[in-house]
């Protein structure tokens, strides 16, 4: 069951169109995406990178970019420490590959995801002391890692964090006292003193932002060391490639700034200078020229995602770092082999998942947790992710890691995952996150891992505050709208609203009472189906439909009498469904036209 909800914001539609040249749909869906007036909509259809936020806006910038330059200056050893999902490796990324620039002495270090876990650890600060390293610059992490920086400290090591991740808290008399670090400096606009206007950003866009400060630091008339100005530029447009990579990887949403540097980023990864990410875009068969938010998210990332999962996260800063096409292919495919194999698993994991809820009658809990002891921990994450979607419930996976039980967890809407698990952090040796993702290693209190995961999956419902209306998936109809008002013009016109993703999802209109006519399957797999249907108003139209095929025969059979969805492939039909579609256009051996697309039914 879901809830269908149709988004009435108002606003000047007219005068919008009117002014930009578009249609008043358009406006309409503009206003939905939380846009306001005339300056905000400008903005959003033709924001460039002059409209993003300077980085010294973000609190301790001026302290770090001091303190990192201090350094640089007296040729010290500087480590990057990063994370091993696609934001942490293209933060370290950025990060290293902007201070290698100044000349730093640098080198990365990221944990691995089965022997250190996420961010820093007792292991990592022994052997940055035993490497002689002076310095350590976090991305992706570091806002929760206090003991461990207060270990570096002591080992007479600065520390400079850079992160984007939710900062640990305590409640007091019912307010919330931010815990932060020893650290030199911390860039972190989650911090509640960050002026910083839009506190969405992921770890690369932080990293990002501080090789801007650092650039422009050094660009002073001033300044003792002298910045090339064209390759200023070169480089940032790299690093702001994968910003926009780490971004959509990340989940952010989709809007003010982070629209735009995805939206520029895409731009300039079609023709990247990058061996390694073209090599990456080679390998999976993607268009260049067609590169979308959703090759990023979908494909590319999930293949620099697989090597932290399966192996070691420094494959992928290898790859990103390649010198000649024939190491840039190598790696990319070796890349692409373990995204296959982890494909495979994640399977295998979600039925699993499925087959323990239902063997201990877990289905209904407002929280579920799922012990997979056999599980490889890194699937974690993308297991709970699958679960999440088929019951729209938080969902935590727990596996059985070197050092006890660790997992991760994903959320809902209505469910802010990490405050909730601040309210039972006694179960936890170490965890973080933010409000739809965490990760978390549990505490050894009971005489069995599943005395522990039972104790765990008790105190996370008891607190849970959850309702049955939450569990309801919502669907957000932009534009009520017969099918017979889509043209190959909004198709086109639809495309200005791009980049799509979280935060601003591909506009959905809805018709109510559609009449099914005939039916086509279609694919190579036989999945997906073609219509001829009438609108509401009576037009004919032709509509397409990706989903679960089998499914809908389910609900025409239901509706209409068994044996009703075969007969809509052997013969006219006249079967009433109300449904939203999507606007595309689809283009064709060159030839373009007007493709609507189903996405719910009723």
């Not at 206090?146 to 640990?168: F, K, M, N, R």
């Not at 400096?185 to 990293?207: L, N, R």
């Not at 995961?453 to 998936?473: M, S």
């Amino acid at each position: 069951m879901e809830k269908w909800l149709v988004s009435v914001k108002g606003a000047d539609f007219n005068g919008w169109a009117r002014e930009f040249q578009i249609s008043p749909i358009l406006a309409w869906i503009i206003r939905n995406r939380g846009v306001k007036g005339q300056d905000e909509v400008r903005k959003y259809l033709y924001g460039s990178l002059e409209d993003c936020y300077s980085p010294w806006l973000l609190k301790d910038m001026d302290r770090a970019v001091e303190v990192i330059l201090r350094f640089v200056d007296q040729g010290a050893k500087i480590r990057v420490i990063g994370d091993y999902d696609v934001d942490g490796i293209c933060s370290s990324y950025i990060l290293t590959e902007g201070l290698r620039f100044l000349g730093a002495r640098v080198d990365t270090a990221i944990p691995h995801r089965i022997h250190d876990g996420y961010g820093l650890n007792e292991g990592l600060i022994e052997e940055a002391r035993r490497d002689g390293v002076e310095l350590i610059v976090t991305c992706d992490n570091g806002i929760a890692a206090a003991p461990q920086i207060s270990q570096a400290l002591e080992a007479g090591i600065e520390v400079v964090v850079t992160d984007h991740h939710e900062v640990p808290f305590l409640l007091e008399n019912g307010e919330k006292r931010e815990m932060l670090p020893p650290a030199a400096a911390v860039v972190d606009p989650k911090q509640a003193s960050c002026p910083y206007p839009f506190k969405g950003i992921c770890g690369g866009v932080v990293a990002y932002k501080l090789v801007q400060a650092l650039l422009e630091d050094c660009s002073k008339e001033d300044a003792p060391r002298p910045i090339d100005a064209a390759k200023e530029k070169e480089l940032l447009d790299e690093f702001l490639q994968f910003a926009a990579l780490a971004t959509v990887c990340d989940v952010m949403e989709l809007k003010d700034e982070n629209r735009i540097l995805v939206k520029e980023g895409l731009k300039r990864l079609s023709h990247s200078r990058n061996l390694g990410i073209r090599a990456l875009i080679e390998v999976n068969g993607i268009e260049a020229s067609k590169l979308s938010a959703y090759h990023l998210g979908f494909v590319l990332g999930p293949c620099l995602n697989a090597t932290g999962r399966l192996d070691t996260a420094l494959r992928s800063l290898e790859l990103l770092g390649s010198t000649t096409k024939a190491q840039a292919m190598q790696a990319a495919s070796k890349l692409k082999e373990l995204n296959d194999s982890r494909k495979n698993l994640t399977k295998e994991g979600v039925d699993q998942a499925e087959a323990y809820l239902e063997e201990h009658g877990f289905q209904e809990d407002p929280v579920l947790v799922v012990y997979l002891p056999q599980v490889h921990e890194s699937l974690a994450g993308i297991i709970a992710g699958r679960v999440r979607e088929k019951h729209n419930h938080p969902v935590f996976v727990l596996t059985q890691g070197e050092e006890g039980v660790k997992g991760s967890g994903r959320s809902i809407d209505a469910y802010h995952m990490y405050e909730h698990m601040v309210r039972v952090q006694e179960c936890f040796s170490k965890f973080g996150g933010h409000k739809l993702a965490a990760g978390l290693s549990l505490a050894k209190r009971h005489e069995s891992p599943e005395q522990d995961v039972e104790a765990f999956r008790e105190a996370l419902n008891e607190t849970a505050d959850l309702t049955r209306d939450d569990f309801i998936p919502r669907v957000h109809i932009d534009v009520p709208m017969p099918l017979s008002y889509a043209d190959l013009d909004l198709a086109i016109q639809l495309e200005k609203l791009e980049p799509f993703g979280v935060g601003n999802p591909k506009p959905l209109f809805a018709d109510k009472q559609v009449r099914f006519l005939r039916g086509q399957i279609m694919g190579a797999k036989r999945n997906c189906g073609k219509y001829q249907v009438a609108s509401s108003d009576g037009v004919r139209a032709e509509l397409v439909y990706f989903g679960d095929i089998e499914r809908f025969h389910a609900f025409l059979d239901e509706k209409y009498g068994a044996g009703s969805a075969t007969k809509l492939y052997e013969k006219d039909c006249d079967y009433e469904v109300s449904i939203t579609y999507q606007v595309g256009r689809n283009v064709y051996r060159g030839q373009e036209s007007l493709q609507l697309v189903m996405q719910n039914y009723c």
